[in-house]
């Protein structure tokens, strides 16, 4: 837990940010922050005022490495959360991409039929709104990219067989049907990205966000 003389040498723009918040004014003596080590694309707090406690998310440094859009996530992370699936966004700084959001308290998610019930009802929300994102998803683009990328910075590793692996990716896109119908999907389902608080499952985590088919 890092106190408030360590902000400094945390993260400048982390300390930015929480002069912003309602709290800070009244309790900044008494803040805690954090770090949640689970992110793997970003740098993620959680800072706990007397009371009240906030998640922080600040983007990663090079976000189109991996194919993300921060705007694209913001967009999609404050339309989600209008549908009630996904926690409201209190703060957004453009300028270092940083979204703040009240901190969910969650218990362990417990996989059995109920759990995925509701995990399913609030994803249907979601891809039955006919709301029509930013960006359509291609896996097959998304892997050819990722190749390109790592070829550019490891130019000094050669891939075994990526030339032939590419080929079969290009045969799968050839074999495969079509998207038929698109629709608004999150498209990173895995269990860090769903948060049950006892009474609803909240789904986090839109960077990846893009019209895709809901069965993909």
């Not at 050819?144 to 030339?163: C, I, N, Q």
Request: net charge neutral; charged share 20%; hydrophobic share 40%.
């Amino acid at each position: 837990v890092l106190k408030h003389a360590l902000l400094l040498t945390a993260s400048p723009s982390l300390e930015n940010i929480l002069h912003q918040l309602p709290e800070w004014k009244t309790f900044k003596d008494q803040v805690q922050i954090e770090k949640i080590e689970t992110g793997l694309t970003n740098h993620n707090f959680k800072v706990t005022f007397p009371t009240k406690a906030y998640f922080v998310r600040m983007g990663s440094d090079r976000p189109d490495l991996l194919g993300l859009d921060p705007e694209r996530e913001y967009f999609c992370t404050k339309y989600a959360a209008a549908l009630g699936i996904a926690p409201d966004i209190v703060l957004y700084n453009r300028e270092d991409h940083t979204m703040v959001m009240p901190f969910i308290i969650s218990k362990p998610l417990q996989k059995n039929r109920s759990t995925y019930q509701r995990i399913v009802t609030a994803l249907k929300q979601f891809h039955t709104s006919k709301k029509t994102l930013p960006t359509t998803f291609c896996p097959y683009k998304i892997i050819r990219e990722y190749y390109r990328h790592a070829a550019t910075l490891r130019a000094d590793h050669h891939v075994p067989m990526a030339s032939h692996l590419l080929a079969i990716v290009e045969d799968i896109r050839l074999s495969v049907p079509q998207f038929q119908k698109l629709a608004p999907c999150h498209l990173d389902l895995f269990n860090c990205n769903f948060l049950d608080d006892g009474n609803k499952i909240w789904i986090i985590d839109w960077e990846y966000s893009a019209m895709a088919d809901p069965l993909y």
